[in-house]
Every structure is written in C-alpha cells, then in structure tokens.
C-alpha cells in the first residue's frame, strides 16, 4: 500500500482490544507495521463483561488497513504470560521498534463521586494493579528488545494532558502514575537511544462510549444533542494517527519524558481524524468553560462540573494562576 513509513516495523499494542489501543493498532498497520495485538478478550472468552471486542477482531482490522495484525491473548498482570509474549517476538521478529502501553481494565472499578474515604481499597489497588503494574512489567520484559538495538518508542497512554486531580484518588493516581513512568523509562534509556513518552486523546468514540449515547460511528453526531460536548469527539484513530507520526517521526527522541496530546501531535505533523477534522479537546473545553462563567443565568450542576475540571487543571500549571484564581472565586460564589 501507498504512504507506508512505517513498513518492516514490528510493534505491540498492549490492551488492544477495543478504544484507543484498537485505533492506535489500526493505524500503526496502515502505516505498514506488524501489529502484535494483546489483552485478556478472545473470541469465546471475552474478559470484560458486557464488551464483544476481542483482540482477533483487532488484528484482522490491522491486516485489512494495510498492516499485519497478530493477536496474542496476554493478561499483563501475570508476568509469566508477558515473558511468553516477548519471547514470542524474539524469536518471530528479533526486534521491536514500538510498544503501546493501553491497559485498563479499571472502569467498573472507579467509584465516581465519592470521597476518598469511602473508597473499596481493595477495588484501588487492583485498578492499579491493571492500569500501572501491567505497563511496568510489560515496559520490563519489552524494552530489552529496543535497548539491544539502541532504538524504539514506548508510549505510556493516559486521559488528560495536565496533572491535575481527576476526580476520584485511585483513577488519578492511575492516570498520572504512567505519566510519570514514561518520565522516569525516559530518564533510564536515553543512554540506549529509546524514546518514552505519554499520550493523550481527547473526548473518545470508542465502542462504549458510542453505546451509551445510542449512536453509532455513522451517525455520532445524533448524540450531540444528549451531550454537547460530544460534537468535539475524536475517533480512536486519532490518537493511533498520533503515534504513528511519533514511530514515523526520526527526532521523536527530542520529545522523550514529555506529556502530548492527539489534538497537539495533529497540530504539529499535520494528520486528521478519518472524517477529515482536526478536534481540539483542549481549546474546546476551554472555550466551554469561558461560556460558563461569562452567562448570566444560574449555573446547572454539570455547569459548576465542568469548571470545577477546569480549575482541577489550571491549579497546578504555573501559566494559569489568574484563571485558576477566577474559577476558584466563581465556584465560590455558586
């Protein structure tokens, strides 16, 4: 296939079962990669209750976009089943140029809007024994592959390009704990010539996103009028556009340790969405929240929400000190 920068490269997207790792998978094959698929759903043994998708259904869409999609069923938790799987890779490709760190598995264990102090520990602590633990150990058995070739890209997936609260401890703690990895592998194999960094999309369509709406991916923007917030939605393929510019990119070394987001990489290199756009979740939020405070009528509960996450992620920026006075002041007033 035409365009493909990426072709003779071999990668694993780790938790590519559906959302972001399937676009991310999706779009590292239509550059021309080979596309090693993993996570714990498989046709007949599907692991999250409620969800269809399965890694099989992942890899057969790599191959169709232009790539080669393996799938290999991996529970990231269990280290023994991810040595398996890199000595797998060995011994298939002897080398690995990329590798996506996509786990979760932590949505029916989040307790939204609850106070810390109310929160099942024993339900925390296996969310981050999913959503960090498993990019530990899975960046601890991969990376070897990239350092005795001094070359390759982790990428560490997260949900906002701040470090503000995220709404509820554990959640939080998961989703700036792989920022915080892809900081501190950068830190450990810039001698080696291997690139980590973290990534974030926007407002996803993903399956279940798109479920709970009552929409589809062709007719998504009926769900606009439920959530208006939903007409700046990304599809995962977005973000999968995102690090293939990255793995394309022959200086991405220079953005090692750093935080990025899809809008900002589309900015920068260039890419769309499928349908042709450009969503900018950050200047849209923001723009939101201005309309917010600026209104004359009473503000609704989604209202003080919506800026109350806003000022969660101006507070700790030191660019955003006056607004994050302002919305402060304006919560306090309401």
């Known amino acids: 296939m ?12 780790a938790g590519a079962t559906r959302g972001a790792g399937r676009g991310i ?3 590292l094959g239509a550059a021309g990669t080979t596309v090693y698929c993993t996570g714990r ?7 999250t209750p409620g969800r269809p998708e399965t890694i099989e259904e ?3 869409m790599v191959t169709a976009d232009g790539g080669r999609g393996i799938a290999v069923h991996t529970d990231h938790t269990v280290e023994s089943e991810v040595q398996r799987l890199f000595a797998r890779i060995r011994g298939e490709q002897d080398r690995l140029d990329v590798l996506v760190n996509d786990i979760w598995g932590g949505d029916a264990l989040t ?3 609850s106070p810390f102090w109310t929160l099942s520990t024993a339900q925390g602590v296996e969310l981050l024994e999913r959503a960090v633990l498993s990019h530990v150990i899975t960046s601890r058995h991969g990376a070897p592959l990239m350092v005795e070739h001094n070359a390759g890209l982790i990428v560490e997936v997260t949900d906002g390009d701040t470090h503000g ?3 509820n401890l554990f959640y939080d703690l998961a989703k700036n704990a792989v920022i915080r990895l892809a900081y501190a592998m950068a830190a450990d194999l810039h001698a080696h010539g291997v690139t980590a960094l973290a990534i974030t999309p926007g407002f996803l369509r993903s399956e279940a996103v798109l479920e709970a709406l009552g929409v589809t ?5 009926d769900g606009i009028e439920e959530d208006p917030y939903f007409s700046e939605s990304e599809t995962p393929c977005f973000v999968g556009r995102a690090v293939a510019a990255l793995a394309a990119d022959p ?3 220079r953005k090692s340790g750093g935080l990025f987001s899809s809008w900002g990489l589309a900015r920068e290199y260039g890419f769309t969405d499928l349908d042709g756009r450009k969503p900018d979740w950050s200047r849209f939020f923001a723009r939101k929240v201005q309309e917010i405070i600026e209104r004359d009528t009473p503000p609704d509960d989604m209202d003080r929400f919506v800026v109350r996450s806003r000022l969660h992620q101006a507070e700790l920026d030191p660019s955003a000190i006056e607004e994050a006075a302002r919305l402060r002041a304006w919560l306090d007033r309401r």
């Not at 759903?41 to 599907?46: A, F």
């Not at 991916?217 to 923007?221: G, S």
């Open 58 to 60: 992942t890899a057969e």
């Open 165 to 167: 609260y995220r709404g």
């Open 251 to 253: 200086h991405v070394g």
């Open 2 to 13: 035409p365009n493909q920068p990426l072709l003779g490269r071999v990668a694993v997207v």
């Open 41 to 47: 759903s498989v046709r007949g043994r599907p692991a």
């Open 111 to 113: 307790e939204w809007g």
């Open 25 to 27: 998978a999706r779009m």
């Open 217 to 221: 991916e062709a007719n998504w923007r």
